[in-house]
T-cell receptor, first 113, second 117 residues
Framework: AQKVTQAQTEISVVEKEDVTLDCVYETRDTTYYLFWYKQPPSGELVFLIRRNSFDEQNEISGRYSWNFQKSTSSFNFTITASQVVDSAVYFCALSEGAQKLVFGQGTRLTINP | DSGVTQTPKHLITATGQRVTLRCSPRSGDLSVYWYQQSLDQGLQFLIQYYNGEERAKGNILERFSAQQFPDLHSELNLSSLELGDSALYFC????????????????FGSGTQLSVL
């Protein structure tokens, strides 16, 4: 069965610090997709990134970077030089053959000024 | 703004009642998904429709039903409501395909907050 674990329930850092959000997944499939979504205080879920199981290249987008390691079934998300606007709940999710997302429990990130 | 519209934003009702949540997908999207977000269960997939037909089903209770209409908007009906049904209900949409496409990016609405008293 698919499972996504985000062990960090809450993280609080001071602005400009780097922070890494952990995501560990379980799946029996060889083909799957991993996602990160952001849920800001306004409530809607915003897509951040998608990665397929055959692409282990790390990705950087501005201050955001993602580290996909198939050997450890992890897809971690790092925010460099964090800003107050990064405060949100971040969800890691997994999708296999069935067209549905299985979400982790989320990590609430608070960036303090 | 994701382009997905959900109404109403807030709904307060009593146990035993029935409510209907409405979702309009992004223009051009054929797939609609419903998710429930609660404190104890987290974000759970309920059901997906593609171009009017049910495509996938998750942990949706028998008291809940959904449909997608010819104009592609969708409604989620919740009946015989219980206290435990209080949650944030999200609708999401994607371009969709007649074949399952697990790599699709979903666009979420801002949700309907349901409170059952």
């Amino acid at each position: 069965a698919q499972k996504v674990t985000q062990a960090q329930t809450e993280i609080s850092v001071v602005e400009k610090e780097d922070v890494t959000l952990d995501c560990v997944y379980e799946t029996r499939d060889t083909t799957y997709y991993l996602f990160w979504y952001k849920q800001p205080p306004s409530g809607e879920l915003v897509f951040l990134i998608r990665r397929n199981s055959f692409d282990e290249q790390n990705e950087i987008s501005g201050r955001y970077s993602w580290n996909f390691q198939k050997s450890t079934s992890s897809f971690n998300f790092t925010i460099t030089a964090s800003q107050v606007v990064d405060s949100a709940v971040y969800f890691c999710a997994l999708s296999e053959g069935a067209q549905k997302l299985v979400f982790g429990q989320g990590t609430r990130l608070t960036i303090n000024p | 703004d994701s382009g997905v519209t959900q109404t109403p934003k807030h709904l307060i009702t009593a146990t035993g009642q029935r409510v209907t949540l409405r979702c309009s997908p992004r223009s051009g999207d054929l797939s609609v998904y419903w998710y429930q977000q609660s404190l104890d269960q987290g974000l759970q997939f309920l059901i997906q429709y593609y171009n009017g037909e049910e495509r996938a089903k998750g942990n949706i209770l028998e008291r809940f039903s959904a449909q997608q209409f010819p104009d592609l908007h969708s409604e989620l009906n919740l009946s015989s409501l219980e206290l435990g049904d209080s949650a944030l209900y999200f609708c999401a949409s994607s371009v969709g395909s007649h074949r399952p496409a697990p790599n699709e990016k979903l666009f979420f609405g801002s949700g309907t907050q349901l409170s059952v008293l």
